[in-house]
């Protein structure tokens, strides 16, 4: 397994993979893929089995404290030295789910994120997935704010 962060060579398998993994209203499309990667292809990692794409983690850094609605199409917002590590989505292929690869990737995000300097990450999550997060030092900081695809999203952060 082979982590590393994303060109836009990597646009067609990652915009793939986030289609396969989230409902459409969750789900970025090709075009904000694009455009992230664009801003910020640093603040993707990914994980790769031989030629295949496995799982995936991307998202900006702010100076802002709440990960908002606002973040996932606005990559002005980003600010390469900033205090938070947003996480726009932890993405794992089917067949390699349950198998400890997003755990992996997740270590290395948080890893890569404590030595850049930045205070710590921020995301969120359904209710289902709190006790995974927690498992990392993520703190549950309540329901967010969010409305992204009409989902209830709980934010969870870790401050180094």
Known sequence: MLIRHATLDDLDAIASLETECFPAAEAASREQIATRLHAFANHFWLLFD????VSFINGMVT?????TDAMYANTA?????????MIFGVVTSPAYQHQGYASQLMRAVIDDTRAAGHRGLVLTCKERLIGFYERFGYRNEGVSASTH???VWYQMRITF
């Open 77 to 85: 917002m980003h600010r390469e030295q900033g205090a938070w590590q």
């Open 149 to 151: 695809g009409d989902v």
């Open 63 to 67: 100076d802002e404290p709440d990960l």
């Open 50 to 53: 031989g030629e295949t794409l």
